[in-house]
């Protein structure tokens, strides 16, 4: 079965559709035809459509995605900085669950620091409060393009 090949307009591959949706994106203006399968289908209207192959959109199309929390993520959002010393590129960055995992702490954005090798120890498998250190920041969700997906 033939398939249309969408691309943005970057010409990077934004995804593959059946040809039957192709045909009815091209129909609708909705997407430029670049290149044509050869096969061509007969319209109710008694006219024969050629089956795009590839084709491009018309406006771009940015994605926005949720990025997870991933180590590099987190290092990316708190900016390579200790959260509670404030110490930039510390020789030991490391990952701090503000509530430890072992008290139900996830691995969420909302739950996940960056920390110094020296925080971390000193914090242990406690929070902030119980270890009575103040996080620089609130952590939040990180969203958008800067992130690794
Ligand atoms: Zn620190």
Redesign the pocket.
């Known amino acids: 079965m033939e398939t249309t090949l969408i691309l943005n307009m970057d010409y990077s591959i934004l995804t593959k559709l059946s040809w039957q949706k192709g045909i009815t994106l091209m129909l609708k203006g909705a997407i430029i035809p670049i290149e044509f399968h050869e096969r061509r289908i007969l319209g109710a209207n008694g006219e024969y459509y050629p089956l795009p192959k590839v084709a491009m959109v018309k406006k771009f199309i940015l994605f926005t995605y949720k990025a997870g929390p991933s180590r590099r993520n987190i290092f990316l959002r708190d900016d390579y900085t200790?959260?509670?010393?404030?110490?930039k590129n510390?020789d030991k960055l490391t990952l701090d669950h503000v509530k430890p995992k072992w008290q139900g702490g996830k691995d969420t954005w909302e739950n996940l620091v960056c920390?110094?090798?020296?925080?971390?120890s000193k914090k242990g498998g406690r929070t902030p409060e119980e270890a009575n250190m103040t996080l620089l920041n609130q952590p939040k969700e990180g969203g958008g393009r800067q992130y690794y997906r």
């Open positions: 200790c959260q509670y010393c404030g110490i510390p920390a110094c090798f020296k925080c971390n």
